[in-house]
């Protein structure tokens, strides 16, 4: 079983900035990465960001440039900085643990209950 407390999502203007932070906790045996997706009404969940425990790191493209993801491999907690915020960033953002929890060898994704992001134009 694996645990999420994610925080951070809100109500934001227009080129406003937020930090998404994820702690996770429970019965992890190994993280191959963290990472953040979205998910829009109507839309399909999306990747936002994700960070390896080798801190190699993979954007959206339309995250590119106004977010960063970072991680604190110690606390297994993932962060996501986000600026420059617009309407279109507006989501439900889900935390992503993509490693294993119940038997060692076997991956699979876990995930947290998600924060709402709401920007305003």
């Known amino acids: 079983q694996v645990h999420f407390v994610e925080s951070g999502g809100g109500l934001v203007q227009l080129g406003g900035s937020l930090r998404l932070s994820c702690v996770t906790s429970?019965?992890?045996?190994?993280?191959?990465?963290m990472g953040w997706y979205r998910q829009a009404p109507g839309n399909r969940r999306e990747l936002v960001a994700t960070?390896?425990?080798?801190?190699?790191?993979n954007y959206a493209d339309s995250v590119k440039g106004r977010f960063t993801i970072s991680r604190d491999n110690a606390q297994n907690t993932v962060y996501l900085e986000m600026n420059n915020l617009q309407p279109e960033d507006t989501a439900v953002y889900y935390c992503?643990?993509?490693?294993?929890?119940?038997?060692?060898?076997?991956?699979?994704?876990?995930w947290g209950q998600g924060t709402q992001v709401t920007v305003s134009a």
């Open positions: 960070i390896t425990s080798g801190r190699t790191t």
């Open positions: 992503n643990l993509r490693g294993a929890s119940r038997w060692y060898h076997v991956t699979e994704d876990y």
């Open positions: 429970g019965r992890i045996l190994r993280i191959d990465s």
